[in-house]
Every structure is written in structure tokens, then in C-alpha cells.
């Protein structure tokens, strides 16, 4: 089983529409949970980082589910600019402190 | 502020030649990170330092990879012999790595613009 699994899409939405990502996570030690998004032929940049409590950032909204082992990315009113892939991202403490990369969810965003 | 500066941005090689790429990490910034992205195997940690220290190369496919941080504001990557399975786009990333207790937000990593291998 992947340490990060989500699922690839694509997505393809119109604008204006709201579309949720799921992703979920097997380390259950995993403490810091991430959204990155990566544009074609770009790096990978921080989206938002995300907290147990749920936290949002403008039409973004990003929740865990510790139990679950489950986090989700909701875009609400998504534009053209959204189009993107976005990557699931999961770090745990220790001596190799390093970031686990889901492999991807495509989005497009259509006129 | 400039961010993680890598170069070449692009690099096209024949199979057998020696491959080497460079990182310049974020001033300040005292982790530092290697991945390789493919669409098959998507994006893979293949090394990480911590001031300047390799702390956990389990990543590197096999001996014919190399990584070294010879200071705090430079490292490289190099293959050598270069095959065609190594194509890909490397990324460097780096981080500020806070103290043990400190907030998770510092083990942010910023990429670099990534070389784009192609070994033909």
C-alpha cells in the first residue's frame, strides 16, 4: 500500500463549481499534512497546510481526519487559474524528517 | 528574496556521460532536499541534508548517484555513468528546520524550477 494515496482524476469541472480531493495517508505517526499544487512543467508549490481543527484560505478549505487517516481539499467557485495538479503531502517526526508526495490529482477547470 | 535557484534547467546527454546538477537553497534555509519526478513513479525523495550533513540517502537508486552539500549555500547531484532510465526532472528543495517542539509550518519546503534530464 502507498504511503499517500489519491485519487489521479482527472477532474474536469466548469467554472464556478465546487470540487472536492480526497486523500488518505497510511502512517498513523504522521504529524503535518499538506496541500501542494503544481502547475504543468512547474515545481511543486505550498497550497496550504492543514490542521486538525480544519483551517480555509479564501476559496480553499482543507480538513483531517486523524482517525480516518483521511485529509480533503474542497475549492469552492473554482476559476481557470485553479487548473492544476494537486498533491497530497504528508511528513512525520523523527531523524529522517521528510515530505511523502501523493501522486497527484489532476483538475481542469473549463470555461 | 531569490528562491532555490537550480541549474542547468534543462540537460540532454548521451547514456554513459556524466551528469551533474546544482542547487543553490534558499539563504538561511539549513535543509536541503533531492527528488526526482516521473510520471511513473511520481515525484521521490531521493535525498536529504540537514546542515549540510546527508541525514537519509535511502532514496538514491544505486551507486551510479552522488549528492554532496560542501556548504551551506551550494549542492550537487551527480550520475555517473548516466543511463536513458534516469530521465527526468530533478528538483532541489530547501526548508528551515526549527528546533525539535518548534511548529510544523517551518518544515515548509520550497523547489526549485527543477533540471529536465533527458539521457538518450
Known amino acids: 500500500r502507498k504511503e499517500v494515496e489519491q485519487d489521479p482524476g482527472p477532474f474536469n469541472v466548469p467554472e464556478g463549481a465546487t470540487v472536492a480531493f480526497n486523500c488518505t495517508y497510511s502512517?498513523?505517526?504522521?504529524?503535518?499534512f499538506f496541500w501542494y499544487r503544481q502547475d504543468c512543467r512547474k515545481e511543486p508549490k505550498l497550497l496550504m497546510s492543514v490542521y486538525s481543527s480544519g483551517n480555509e484560505d479564501g476559496r480553499f478549505t482543507a480538513q483531517l481526519n486523524r482517525a480516518s487517516q483521511y485529509i480533503s481539499l474542497l475549492i469552492r467557485d473554482s476559476k481557470l487559474s485553479d487548473s492544476a495538479t494537486y498533491l497530497c503531502v504528508v511528513n512525520r517526526l523523527g531523524s529522517a524528517r521528510q515530505l511523502t508526495f501523493g501522486s497527484g490529482t489532476q483538475l481542469t477547470v473549463l470555461p | 528574496d531569490a528562491g532555490v535557484i537550480q541549474s542547468p534547467r534543462h540537460e540532454v546527454t548521451e547514456m554513459g556521460q556524466e551528469v551533474t546538477l546544482r542547487c543553490k537553497p534558499i539563504s538561511g534555509h539549513n535543509s536541503l532536499f533531492w527528488y526526482r519526478q516521473t510520471m511513473m513513479r511520481g515525484l521521490e525523495l531521493l535525498i536529504y541534508f540537514n546542515n549540510n550533513v546527508p541525514i537519509d540517502d535511502s532514496g538514491m537508486p544505486e551507486d551510479r548517484f552522488s549528492a554532496k552539500m560542501p556548504n551551506a549555500s551550494f549542492s550537487t547531484l551527480k550520475i555517473q555513468p548516466s543511463e536513458p532510465r534516469d530521465s527526468a526532472v530533478y528538483f532541489c528543495?530547501?526548508?528551515?528546520?526549527?528546533?525539535?517542539?518548534?511548529?510544523?509550518?517551518?518544515?515548509?519546503?520550497?523547489f526549485g524550477p527543477g533540471t529536465r534530464l533527458t539521457v538518450l
Open positions: 502512517n498513523s505517526a504522521s504529524q503535518s
Open positions: 528543495a530547501s526548508s528551515f528546520r526549527g528546533l525539535a517542539g518548534t511548529l510544523a509550518s517551518t518544515d515548509t519546503q520550497y
